[in-house]
């Protein structure tokens, strides 16, 4: 979800918290068709989320593979604490979402880092270190504790809205006032 709308409409600060989508999913990467064997419709969830994205003015690409997000979340963390925390986010989303691109590797994200002008020698020694570690950890025990079950999970005062969801899902949950 972009949240600048949201932002300019509300007066929103945004907290960025990760969830572990698929840990269990290798470096290299798994198909879909692999993941969902047998459980769900796969063309049907994807026009749902090319349908959704498009209203939301999301760009997305066709792909067929998801890849592990736990590296790319860890950087995240240190990009925060580096002020550009949702430039990072947002393009982690564009090299995921779009271009297809293996977020796993520790190359693809130090050129994600770089072109945001980050340290890329930094970068490196957190992927390789696991220095933010502790702090994704954090995230997903706090979305242990909260039920949350897929993402994006957007929360607004105890209520939640799960999965790309039309713009005017996410207003009437803050403008709600139940």
Sequence with gaps: MRTDRLREEFDLQFRWSVFPLHPETPEEGRELSDLFAGHMDIDAMLQRLYRVADELG???GKRSRTYNSRRAQELGKWAEEQGVGEAFHMAVYHAYFVDGRNIALPEELVSIAAALDLDTELARQVIDKR????????????????????????IFQERALVGFQPYAYYRRLISSTD
């Design 131 to 154: 220095s933010h570690a502790a702090a994704v950890d954090a995230d997903w025990q706090r979305a242990a504790e909260l039920g949350i079950t897929a993402v994006p999970t957007g």
């Design 58 to 60: 999301l760009p997305i």
